[in-house]
């Protein structure tokens, strides 16, 4: 399915959206809830709360190691 240039609501339950492309698009006041994002990148220019992604994934590496045990 293309969504482009379009504004929509989704309720996603229960879905397989692995292997989706997001581009430009604006994501806030979503909410996420047991979801599966392993294997995802978020490139640079991300935030959350205003804060890089790249910035709050370096301190939890810092404080977890890179394996997050």
Known sequence: ????????R???????LSGSRFD?????G???HDGNMSGSSLEDGATIDG???SDLLA?????Y???GA
Not at 1 to 8: A, F, L, P, T, V
Not at 59 to 63: G, L
Request: net charge neutral; proline share 0%.
């Open 51 to 53: 804060l890089a992604v």
């Open 30 to 32: 979503s909410d996420f």
């Open 10 to 16: 989704l309720d996603v339950r229960h879905a397989d």
């Open 65 to 67: 190691g890179a394996t």
């Open 24 to 28: 430009d698009v604006n994501l806030s």
């Open 1 to 8: 399915m293309r969504i482009e240039s379009q504004k929509h």
């Open 59 to 63: 301190y939890w590496r810092a404080r």
